[in-house]
């Protein structure tokens, strides 16, 4: 037990520190991992048990949040095939050529695990997407739901060559299982009935990680369960909110699965320079995924974030060759030299995640003649009609302000969200409410609209980096007019006014502000007259 608190310990000594230098804690994590097992550290059951539901509730996250009838779109399930099938390809061509130069780890290597660690190294971190996408708020983002979707393509190819690698055949009561489909009332139910406090978290743990150990029990990949599971669960009305509860659960046993990289085996000189070697690859795998969702009439801004998202190698990757290993199929130093290769390419990618918007303001003329003359629906051009009123984000807060500024200013008030559900609800509410994102600098191309007629805009997205951002777009379009926004700190309210927002708000004390409004001219008229 104290190995394993130190353990933590450490990692969050290096998380941290790695938050200093602009890179994201798991980062730090995994270095710590490395730094642990070079100190004579072990992974213990502990860890590996943090490992296994930390891998297990961000699948079972993911389901949540999954529209089935997304991964039909061609920007998702042809783009990921098409991907892992040239990557794997070109991967299998480089080690190949590796070993005909000369390196001795390249050499001797059979074409049964030359196909291994090629098909390994042609996913992209799920963990570090999802992680990447929900501390920029993005997630619900159309490249995000791609990415996502990308991921969850090559997450249940993954799990395919897990199940067929055990060589184990799903017993017969695996049938059994269909019967979850007609049961997804009563799961809904349970929900409801769960509340919003620790019984609606241990509905989730128990759905999540009790789920995955029924699927084992039938002799199906448990992460597979709770992917399952989750899904059963998506579009419910309490769902997201769900999702927020088991967040940090999720976070804090996904730091078990960094550490336990890092404790998977001892560095050496020869797997240090192989993993920078696989490194190569790494751009090829972004390239790529450029080129083929910007074929896909993505719009280049889409195609950079998504690709970006997925510059690196994966987790389930990692998997995959550990799996090999244990079969006898490849030597057990390569578990190694693709732990550092991950590693190493997640504190690449890192902060070209953190500077992505900049990359694209910088690059937007050369990446743009790489767009198609057809854009998707969702990134068509945008009528905004006549507004004098812009609210970004149309959330409660959002929604709250939008009903308030219609009151005051009539119909000239414009909703502005970035989820295709919720404006098409609020459009049949009446609401002139239209689909787009404040922190896309494409936006302002695509919309036919007069700035210099708008007089206010409101920025009540959850996220204060979003706010932020779309303060800074804002101002770079050379919109004058005024500026709201809302925010959670009081560091985040002094960001915003340093970058132009005239007025910056306070979400917990302005709630609280108008909370009090409100029961003082319901209940005590004499004290607001």
Same mark, same amino acid.
């Given at each position: 037990?104290?190995?394993?608190?130190?353990?933590?310990?450490?990692?969050?000594?290096?998380?941290?520190?790695?938050?200093?230098?602009?890179?994201?804690?798991?980062?730090?994590?995994?270095?710590?991992?490395?730094?642990?097992?070079?100190?004579?550290?072990?992974?213990? +059951?502990?860890?590996?048990?943090?490992?296994?539901?930390?891998?297990?509730?961000?699948?079972?996250?993911?389901?949540?949040?999954?529209?089935?009838?997304?991964?039909?779109?061609?920007?998702?399930?042809?783009?990921?095939?098409?991907?892992?099938?040239?990557?794997?390809?070109?991967?299998?061509?480089?080690?190949?050529?590796?070993?005909?130069?000369?390196?001795?780890?390249?050499?001797?290597?059979?074409?049964?695990?030359?196909?291994?660690?090629?098909?390994?190294?042609?996913?992209?971190?799920?963990?570090?997407?999802?992680?990447? *996408?929900?501390?920029?708020?993005?997630?619900?983002?159309?490249?995000?739901?791609?990415?996502?979707?990308?991921?969850?393509?090559?997450?249940?190819?993954?799990?395919?060559?897990?199940?067929?690698?055990?060589?184990?055949?799903?017993?017969?009561?695996?049938?059994?299982? #269909?019967?979850?489909? +007609?049961?997804?009332?009563?799961?809904?139910?349970?929900?409801?009935?769960?509340? @919003?406090?620790?019984?609606?978290?241990?509905?989730?743990?128990? #759905?999540?990680?009790?789920?995955?150990?029924?699927?084992?029990?039938?002799?199906?990949?448990?992460? *597979?369960?709770?992917?399952?599971?989750?899904?059963?669960?998506?579009? @419910?009305?309490?769902?997201?909110?769900?999702?927020?509860?088991?967040?940090?659960?999720?976070?804090?046993?996904?730091?078990?699965?960094?550490?336990?990289?890092?404790?998977?085996? +001892?560095?050496?000189?020869?797997?240090?320079?192989?993993?920078?070697?696989?490194?190569?690859?790494?751009?090829?795998?972004?390239?790529?995924?450029?080129?083929?969702?910007?074929?896909?009439?993505?719009?280049?801004?889409?195609?950079?974030?998504?690709?970006?998202?997925?510059?690196?190698?994966?987790?389930?990757?990692?998997?995959?060759?550990?799996?090999?290993?244990?079969?006898?199929?490849?030597?057990?130093?390569?578990?190694?030299?693709?732990?550092?290769?991950?590693?190493?390419?997640?504190?690449?990618?890192?902060? *070209?995640?953190?500077?992505?918007?900049?990359?694209?303001?910088?690059?937007?003329? *050369?990446?743009?003649?790489?767009?198609?003359?057809?854009?998707?629906?969702?990134?068509?051009?945008?009528?905004?009609?006549?507004?004098?009123?812009?609210?970004?984000?149309?959330?409660?807060?959002?929604?709250?302000?939008?009903?308030?500024?219609?009151?005051?200013?009539?119909?000239?008030?414009?909703?502005?969200?970035?989820?295709?559900?919720?404006?098409?609800?609020?459009?049949?509410?009446?609401?002139?409410?239209?689909?787009?994102?404040?922190?896309?600098?494409?936006?302002?191309?695509?919309?036919? /609209?007069?700035?210099?007629?708008?007089?206010?805009?409101?920025?009540? /997205?959850?996220?204060?980096?979003?706010?932020?951002?779309?303060?800074?777009?804002?101002?770079?379009?050379?919109?004058?007019?005024?500026?709201?926004?809302?925010?959670?700190?009081?560091?985040?309210?002094?960001?915003?006014?340093?970058?132009?927002?005239?007025?910056?708000?306070?979400?917990?004390?302005?709630?609280?502000?108008?909370?009090?409004? @409100?029961?003082?001219?319901?209940?005590?008229?004499?004290?607001?007259?």
């Amino acid at each position: 037990m104290q190995s394993d608190i130190f353990a933590i310990g450490v990692a969050y000594i290096l998380g941290l520190a790695a938050r200093f230098v602009g890179l994201p804690p798991l980062v730090g994590y995994l270095i710590a991992g490395f730094v642990l097992f070079a100190s004579g550290g072990e992974l213990t +059951p502990t860890l590996k048990e943090f490992s296994e539901m930390g891998v297990t509730l961000l699948l079972f996250s993911i389901g949540l949040k999954l529209r089935i009838r997304s991964l039909l779109m061609p920007q998702i399930w042809t783009v990921a095939s098409v991907h892992m099938l040239v990557t794997a390809i070109v991967a299998a061509g480089f080690i190949l050529l590796m070993g005909v130069i000369g390196f001795s780890m390249f050499s001797g290597l059979d074409p049964l695990a030359v196909a291994l660690i090629a098909f390994g190294l042609s996913f992209s971190s799920t963990v570090f997407a999802v992680k990447v *996408l929900d501390e920029k708020g993005e997630t619900n983002s159309l490249y995000g739901r791609i990415s996502i979707g990308i991921l969850i393509m090559q997450d249940i190819a993954a799990v395919i060559f897990l199940a067929a690698s055990t060589g184990k055949i799903p017993s017969f009561w695996a049938f059994g299982l #269909l019967a979850l489909i +007609p049961l997804r009332p009563l799961l809904f139910k349970l929900l409801e009935k769960s509340g @919003h406090g620790e019984l609606q978290i241990l509905f989730g743990l128990t #759905l999540a990680l009790g789920g995955a150990q029924l699927f084992e029990l039938v002799s199906i990949k448990g992460d *597979l369960g709770a992917l399952i599971l989750g899904v059963l669960l998506a579009n @419910h009305a309490r769902t997201p909110e769900l999702a927020r509860q088991l967040l940090g659960f999720k976070d804090l046993f996904l730091v078990g699965f960094f550490l336990s990289i890092g404790l998977s085996g +001892p560095l050496s000189w020869d797997a240090l320079a192989v993993g920078v070697l696989l490194l190569l690859l790494v751009p090829f795998k972004t390239i790529f995924f450029f080129w083929l969702m910007s074929r896909f009439h993505l719009r280049a801004r889409t195609s950079l974030l998504g690709s970006l998202s997925l510059a690196n190698y994966s987790e389930f990757g990692l998997i995959v060759v550990a799996v090999s290993a244990d079969n006898g199929w490849i030597a057990n130093e390569w578990l190694i030299i693709i732990a550092i290769a991950l590693s190493l390419s997640f504190i690449v990618a890192a902060p *070209l995640n953190s500077a992505s918007y900049r990359l694209y303001a910088n690059l937007r003329g *050369l990446l743009s003649r790489f767009e198609t003359a057809k854009h998707i629906e969702e990134e068509a051009d945008i009528n905004s009609g006549d507004a004098t009123v812009i609210v970004f984000g149309m959330g409660r807060i959002g929604s709250g302000a939008y009903h308030v500024f219609r009151q005051r200013v009539g119909e000239q008030v414009l909703g502005v969200d970035y989820d295709e559900v919720k404006v098409r609800k609020l459009r049949e509410k009446g609401l002139n409410v239209i689909r787009g994102s404040a922190t896309d600098p494409d936006f302002w191309s695509r919309i036919n /609209m007069n700035l210099a007629s708008v007089k206010l805009i409101v920025l009540a /997205m959850p996220n204060a980096q979003e706010n932020l951002f779309a303060a800074r777009q804002l101002k770079a379009v050379g919109y004058s007019g005024k500026v709201a926004g809302v925010a959670r700190y009081a560091d985040e309210i002094e960001a915003l006014k340093q970058v132009g927002v005239h007025a910056a708000y306070n979400l917990y004390a302005e709630a609280g502000a108008g909370f009090a409004e @409100h029961v003082c001219s319901e209940l005590l008229p004499e004290a607001v007259s």
